[in-house]
């Protein structure tokens, strides 16, 4: 079934949210901050939500990210994939979490792990890459079009640099931990499937 429609304009007015945590970027590791909070620097303020998967049905991701909408620069972390092992569940972005992130004007990060521990046959607590994580957060800070516009460049442009980045990064946690994950030509078709 397909269904197609427009979108013209979207309102909202935000209720419920909770206190954010200010941290300084100084002091930021995506691992260690709140799901939600507030990135300062000299030169401004942003609004952080982070994903644990791509999947946005298993850790209810909508909730960290309306925390977010009541500020002006809405930023979210995505893992583009996450694989617990041939044993456990792999899961890719979807093009319509992107696609509702822009509609929200959110940034959306590409982001991926780079550091996990095994846990029998699976492994467990993900890390992501820190250091890419603020690379593009800096990036974003001095960037002043819209969400739209950042999120399909970043698809356009540094998509499939950053999917050949998580296929050499779970190669390197299938060997530091010695769990089987899936087959690597998973991601490979994805990449061409999301490419298109």
Same mark, same amino acid.
């Given at each position: 079934?397909?269904?197609?429609?427009?979108?013209?304009? !979207?309102?909202?007015?935000?209720?419920? &949210?909770?206190?954010?945590?200010?941290? $300084? !970027? #100084?002091?930021?590791?995506?691992?260690?901050?709140?799901?939600?909070? !507030?990135?300062?620097?000299?030169?401004? &303020?942003?609004?952080? &939500?982070? /994903?644990? +998967?791509?999947?946005?049905?298993?850790?209810?991701?909508?909730?960290?990210?309306?925390?977010?909408?009541?500020?002006?620069?809405?930023?979210?972390?995505?893992?583009i994939i996450? $694989?617990?092992?041939?044993?456990?569940?792999?899961?890719?972005?979807? /093009?319509?979490?992107?696609?509702?992130? &822009?509609?929200?004007?959110?940034?959306?990060?590409?982001?991926?792990? *780079?550091?996990?521990?095994?846990?029998?046959?699976?492994?467990?607590?993900?890390?992501?890459?820190?250091? @890419?994580?603020? +690379?593009?957060?800096?990036?974003? *800070?001095? @960037? %002043?079009? +819209?969400?739209? %516009? /950042?999120?399909?460049? *970043?698809?356009?442009?540094?998509? %499939?640099?950053?999917? $050949? #980045?998580?296929?050499?990064? @779970?190669s390197k946690? *299938?060997?530091?931990?010695?769990?089987?994950? %899936?087959?690597?030509?998973?991601?490979?078709?994805?990449?061409?499937?999301?490419?298109?």
């Amino acid at each position: 079934m397909e269904i197609k429609g427009t979108i013209k304009n !979207i309102k909202y007015k935000i209720l419920f &949210s909770n206190v954010l945590k200010d941290i $300084d !970027i #100084k002091e930021f590791d995506i691992n260690t901050v709140p799901s939600s909070c !507030i990135i300062k620097s000299n030169q401004s &303020s942003i609004a952080l &939500s982070k /994903w644990v +998967s791509p999947k946005r049905t298993r850790s209810y991701p909508f909730e960290r990210v309306y925390n977010t909408l009541n500020t002006f620069k809405k930023v979210t972390v995505i893992p583009i994939i996450k $694989d617990e092992g041939e044993k456990g569940d792999r899961d890719f972005l979807q /093009w319509d979490t992107v696609s509702l992130m &822009s509609l929200l004007d959110v940034f959306v990060i590409f982001a991926y792990y *780079e550091k996990a521990d095994k846990s029998n046959q699976k492994i467990k607590n993900q890390l992501f890459n820190n250091k @890419y994580v603020l +690379s593009k957060i800096k990036e974003i *800070e001095e @960037y %002043h079009s +819209s969400a739209l %516009h /950042w999120n399909l460049n *970043e698809l356009n442009r540094n998509f %499939h640099k950053i999917i $050949d #980045k998580v296929k050499n990064s @779970y190669s390197k946690i *299938e060997k530091t931990t010695g769990v089987k994950l %899936h087959n690597p030509k998973g991601i490979d078709t994805f990449k061409e499937k999301i490419g298109k």
